[in-house]
């Protein structure tokens, strides 16, 4: 039997996805149809432009920009991974295909009519009788014809966030392979030869983020996979990286508007369920959420 669940969005406001760089502990299918737009995905640039299918996968820091005035009509699918092993079959196997895919793929014009009509058929409010089950063939659809896709035409190439500032791109790759280790942004400077100005102001820039908040999101991405794994609060503290637990547990409410005890209690009960966290932006999941103090 299928457990898993879907959470279905259409954002059509300008405010709607306009956010801070952010990561889910689910898989993520945007679907775009409105203007140009810019869109970050780990340390890639793509150029979105209308009819494009976007595939993200849990983890990856991400982020669409829409500028003032431009039209937006984005459709957005989040999913647990689990729910790619429910829709494989010995000869086409999803969870392989789709659950750590980070790609963009343009719809030819031929297919864009069928993926649109697809789309349209989700039902966000689940409140039909069959919507649910409907909602989850709908993605063995859209994902099915995606592999087709992917297949005959290819991937999006995507620009590398540091194209004109490639001294940029080992200090992300440092932050990355580091999390664990203490380390300040004097730290970096020093080993890099920069200076602090030319670093926060480049970093923000490219990125989005100032360096802490990069690498305090880093280590929080890092806690969340621990605390799914079934780490312990105080052990996912040290191993991602953070001097203290008063620390870890204000960082981590700050980026989930959760507590690390929260978030491993809801997932441990989710059981195959949408797992809630939108890191940024948690709110948009709270129904998902139990009330309870911590």
């Given at each position: 039997m299928i457990t898993e669940q879907l959470a279905i969005q259409h954002i059509v406001s300008q405010n709607g996805y306009q956010r801070p760089p952010h990561f889910h502990d689910m898989n993520e299918i945007l679907f775009h149809t409105g203007d140009d737009c810019t869109l970050y995905i780990g340390h890639e640039t793509y150029q979105l432009r209308s009819g494009m299918l976007v595939f993200i996968s849990p983890g990856t820091i991400h982020l669409k920009i829409n500028h003032e005035g431009e039209q937006i009509d984005t459709r957005l699918i989040h999913y647990p991974s689990s729910l790619l092993n429910a829709l494989s079959t010995?000869?086409?196997?999803?969870?392989?295909?789709?659950?750590?895919?980070?790609?963009?793929?343009?719809?030819?014009?031929?297919?864009?009519?069928?993926?649109?009509?697809?789309?349209?058929?989700?039902?966000?409010?689940?409140?039909?009788?069959?919507?649910?089950?409907?909602?989850?063939?709908?993605?063995?659809?859209?994902?099915?014809?995606?592999?087709?896709?992917?297949?005959?035409?290819?991937?999006?190439?995507?620009?590398?966030?540091?194209?004109?500032?490639?001294?940029?791109?080992?200090?992300?790759?440092?932050?990355?392979?580091?999390?664990t280790e203490p380390f300040t942004l004097d730290d970096l400077c020093s080993r890099f030869s920069i200076s602090k100005g030319s670093l926060c102001h480049t970093f923000k820039r490219k990125t989005g983020f100032t360096v802490i908040s990069y690498i305090n999101l880093q280590r929080i991405r890092h806690a969340c996979v621990l605390l799914r794994n079934g780490y312990s609060v105080q052990n996912t503290c040290t191993l991602s990286g953070f001097a203290s637990i008063e620390h870890f547990i204000r960082t981590f409410k700050v980026f989930a508007d959760t507590t690390p005890g929260k978030y491993a209690r809801t997932v441990a009960q989710s059981k195959g369920l949408v797992s809630p966290l939108n890191v940024c932006h948690a709110a948009e999941y709270a129904h998902v959420f139990e009330d309870e103090n911590d």
């Open positions: 010995p000869q086409t196997n999803m969870h392989l295909l789709f659950s750590n895919l980070n790609a963009c793929l343009q719809l030819p014009p031929e297919s864009l009519h069928m993926f649109t009509m697809m789309f349209n058929e989700l039902d966000g409010d689940n409140k039909k009788e069959d919507s649910e089950l409907s909602n989850i063939l709908t993605l063995g659809s859209i994902l099915l014809q995606s592999a087709r896709l992917f297949r005959s035409q290819g991937a999006v190439q995507p620009s590398p966030l540091t194209t004109t500032d490639k001294w940029l791109l080992p200090i992300l790759e440092y932050i990355d392979n580091h999390l």
